[in-house]
C-alpha cells in the first residue's frame, strides 16, 4: 500500500500533461488569431490611405461633395450681394449726376439773369445820366482855373490857405418813378432845345409843369444771401406774391430771381418777367404782398 502510494498513478499523470499540451495548444491559437486579425486590420488601413490619396475613398467622397455644395452656396450668396450692392451704387450715381446737372441749369440760368439786370441797371443810370447832362448843359470835363500868381513883397503877410469846405455836388432825389423821370427829361431838353420857344429863367409859364408827388410812404427793403427782406418779411425765389402798383393794378407773381440791387418776378397770367429795382420797393412805387401758391 504504501509503495504503491509513493509510485502514484500513471493515469492521473498522463490527465495532467494532457491538459498542460491542450491549454500551450489554446494560447498558441488565441496569439495567431490576434496577429492575423491586426494584419487585417492594417491591410484595411493601408487600403483606406491608397484609395484615399487616389481620391476615391467613399468617405472622402462624401465629405468632399458636403464641403462643395457649402462652397457653391456661399459663391452664390456673394455674387447676389455684389449685384445688389452694384444697383444701388448705379442707381445713386444717377440720381447725383442728375441733381448735379440741375442744379448746374439753374445756376446757369440764374447767373445769366443776374448779369443781364447788373447790365441794364448800369445802362439806365448812364441813359439818366447823359438825359441830365444834356439837360444842363455840363459835360464831365473839368477845365482848370488860369491863376496868376504874384511875388510877395518882403513886407506882405504870409498868405492863409482857404480852408473853406468845397460845395458839395447837386444830388437829385427822385421823387417819382423813373419812367416819368425819363419822360420828363425828354420834354425838357426838346423844349431847350427848340429855337422857336426859348426858355427864360425869368418866365416861369414857359417852363414846362411837372406833376410833383406828395412824398410817399418809405418801405424797407434790402436783399442778403439771394433773400429779399421786404417790409418786416422774407421773400425768396419761386414765392408766390402779388404785386401792387401806383396805378392801384394787382399783377399775380411768382419771384423768379434775386439779384444785388433788384429782383424779377414772371406774371402768372402770361409768363412774362418784370425787373423791380430796390429804390422802386423802398419808394413805395410797387407794393408786395404775400400770397398763397394755389
Known sequence: MAGNALIGDPNKDTEDASETDLAKHDEDDY???????????????????????????????????????????????????????????????????????????????????????????KKKMIENEKLTMELTGDSMEVKPIMTRKLRRRPNDPVPI???????????????????????DLRILNKQLKSPKRPVSPSSPDQMPTIPMEAPSQRYEARI??????????????????????????????????????????????????????????QRGAFIIRRRSAA
Request: glycine share 2%; net charge positive.
Open 161 to 183: 490857405p482857404d480852408k473853406r469846405r468845397k460845395p458839395a455836388p447837386a444830388q437829385l432825389n427822385y421823387l417819382l418813378t423813373d419812367d416819368q423821370i425819363l419822360e
Open 31 to 121: 496569439v495567431e488569431i490576434k496577429e492575423q486579425m491586426y494584419q487585417d486590420k492594417l491591410a484595411s488601413l493601408k487600403r483606406q490611405l491608397t484609395q484615399l490619396q487616389e481620391g476615391t475613398l467613399q468617405e472622402y467622397q462624401k465629405r468632399m461633395k458636403k464641403l462643395d455644395q457649402q462652397y457653391k452656396e456661399r459663391v452664390r450668396n456673394a455674387d447676389l450681394f455684389l449685384q445688389l450692392e452694384t444697383e444701388q451704387v448705379e442707381r445713386n450715381y444717377i440720381k447725383e449726376k442728375k441733381a448735379a446737372v440741375k442744379e448746374f441749369d439753374d445756376k446757369k440760368v440764374e447767373l445769366k439773369e443776374n448779369l443781364i439786370a447788373e447790365l441794364e441797371e
Open 224 to 281: 442778403e444771401e439771394g433773400k429779399l427782406y421786404y417790409d418786416k418779411r422774407w421773400y425768396h425765389k419761386s414765392q408766390a406774391i402779388h404785386l401792387e402798383s401806383k396805378e392801384n393794378t394787382k399783377i399775380s407773381c411768382v419771384i423768379s430771381s434775386v439779384g444785388t440791387n433788384e429782383i424779377w418776378v414772371r406774371k402768372t397770367s402770361d409768363s412774362t418777367k418784370m425787373r423791380i429795382y430796390l429804390g422802386q420797393l
